[in-house]
T-cell receptor
Framework: SAVISQKPSRDICQRGTSLTIQCQVD?????MFWYRQQPGQSLTLIAT?????????ESGFVIDKFPISRPNLTFSTLTVSNMSPEDSSIYLC????????????FGPGTRLLVL | AQSVTQLGSHVSVSEGALVLLRCNYS??????LFWYVQYPNQGLQLLLK??????LVKGINGFEAEFKKSETSFHLTKPSAHMSDAAEYFC???????????FGKGNQVVVIP
């Protein structure tokens, strides 16, 4: 398995501001992912963060709104830019640990409330 | 687009009774299938996964799930519910084995003493 931590665990932000969420893994991993879990909804994949290359975004998500960094094999950040109340969600980081690509391990999530 | 359907956002079950959570998926190819559990204020924890081996998959905490291709289903069961099973359960599909998971909306399980 993998031990994943996220900072902050929760935050309350004003609209129009930006928040950067950090994800730290206890071992080197190939792929890291960012998900959003809106209230009452399922998890939705935002993007895949690969070390040494730009993140790959899913349909409906753009780099200007959710810039991602992946400076090394154990760390990634997701920024939620120019926030609005609709961005209030839980943001989760996950990693692929197994080379077979079959299992993802998830962090505890960051609970964001935008006022 | 791939989709996962979990019916009934809230599921109540008596302690000691059968837990049954239904999951149906849409996929044009045999997928990888997962059940995750999320306890309050914690991250998602993998319960079990199907990766084209045995169709009956056993996971942690006494849970198991059966892959039925003809029904495009991957229902989760546990013979006897325990109070500690109270959590939210998510079914997820990875159709192409590239880790781009599609999740269902989840089932919030409440165990009644």
């Amino acid at each position: 398995s993998a031990v994943i931590s996220q900072k902050p665990s929760r935050d309350i932000c004003q609209r129009g501001t930006s928040l950067t969420i950090q994800c730290q893994v206890d071992s080197q991993v190939t792929m890291m992912f960012w998900y959003r879990q809106q209230p009452g909804q399922s998890l939705t994949l935002i993007a895949t963060a690969n070390q040494g290359s730009e993140a790959t975004y899913e349909s409906g998500f753009v780099i200007d709104k959710f810039p991602i960094s992946r400076p090394n094999l154990t760390f990634s950040t997701l920024t939620v830019s120019n926030m609005s109340p609709e961005d209030s969600s839980i943001y989760l980081c996950s990693v692929e640990k197994d080379r077979t690509g079959e299992t993802q391990y998830f962090g505890p999530g960051t609970r964001l409330l935008v006022l | 687009a791939q989709s996962v359907t979990q019916l009934g956002s809230h599921v109540s079950v008596s302690e000691g009774a059968l837990v049954l959570l239904r999951c149906n998926y849409s996929s044009s190819v045999p997928p990888y299938l997962f059940w995750y559990v999320q306890y309050p204020n914690q991250g998602l924890q993998l319960l079990l996964k199907y990766t084209s081996a045995a169709t009956l998959v056993k996971g942690i905490n006494g849970f198991e799930a059966e892959f039925k291709k003809s029904e495009t289903s991957f229902h989760l069961t546990k013979p006897s519910a325990h109070m500690s099973d109270a959590a939210e359960y998510f079914c997820a599909v990875d159709p192409y084995g590239n880790n781009r998971l599609a999740f269902g909306k989840g089932n919030q399980v409440v165990v009644i003493p």
